[in-house]
């Protein structure tokens, strides 16, 4: 932190978004993991509603984020044998990943100095926090560390967070 400011998000392709900026806006989303594994899998039932949204969050210039972790987990689930019925090659799931970065509002939150102290604090409010969601904790770290309080996910247990607004991509834009 400079001055007492929050680091802003960065952005590749334009200035980086400011956290007071972002905090005042309503359609900042962070989008998780499943999201993406839906809108990518046409075997799955919520393949159309996710792929609307990703659609519809590509074409939209507004500020939209990814994770590394995400991204990863994204390339482990659609390569994964034992998950899709035919599993993507590594080179086509990292493609995906490099055109939906490509788009004009996305981009990826990456860990800032406030990091640790970020985390620290999450796991004093949230003492109960172990195990597997300790993948769901990162994400939701770097998204409070960046102001941003909304993520499009079909997952329930970021609903535990209580920093953060669940947006489910089947619910209406």
Same mark, same amino acid.
């Given at each position: 932190?400079? %001055? %007492?400011?929050?680091?802003?998000? &960065?952005?590749? *392709?334009?200035?980086?978004?400011? $956290?007071?900026?972002?905090e005042k806006r309503n ?25 609307r949204r990703l659609g519809?969050?590509? &074409?939209?210039?507004?500020?939209? /984020?990814?994770?590394? !972790? ?11 044998? +034992?998950? $899709? ?5 590594a080179r086509d799931a990292?493609?995906?990943?490099? *055109?939906?970065?490509?788009?004009? %509002? /996305? *981009? ?6 406030? @990091?640790? !102290? ?7 409010? $949230?003492?109960? $926090?172990? %195990?597997? #969601?300790? @993948?769901? #904790? @990162?994400?939701?770290?770097?998204? +409070? ?9 079909? *997952? ?6 209580? /920093? ?10």
């Amino acid at each position: 932190m400079a %001055g %007492g400011t929050q680091e802003p998000a &960065r952005r590749r *392709d334009a200035e980086p978004v400011a $956290l007071h900026q972002a905090e005042k806006r309503n359609d900042v989303l962070l989008f998780d993991t499943n999201v993406l594994v839906y809108a990518a899998n046409r075997d799955s039932t919520l393949h159309r509603p996710c792929r609307r949204r990703l659609g519809e969050a590509r &074409r939209d210039p507004s500020p939209a /984020f990814l994770t590394w !972790s995400v991204c990863y987990e994204f390339l482990r689930v659609t390569t994964h044998p +034992r998950v $899709l019925a035919s599993p993507w090659k590594a080179r086509d799931a990292c493609r995906s990943v490099s *055109d939906l970065l490509a788009s004009p %509002g /996305f *981009d990826l939150l990456i860990a800032t100095p406030r @990091h640790q !102290s970020v985390l620290a604090q999450t796991l004093s409010e $949230l003492p109960d $926090l172990r %195990g597997n #969601v300790m @993948h769901d #904790v @990162h994400t939701a770290v770097l998204m +409070r560390e960046h102001g941003i309080s909304r993520i499009c996910t079909r *997952d329930t247990a970021f609903r535990r967070f209580p /920093f953060l607004t669940v947006v489910d991509p089947l619910s209406a834009s």
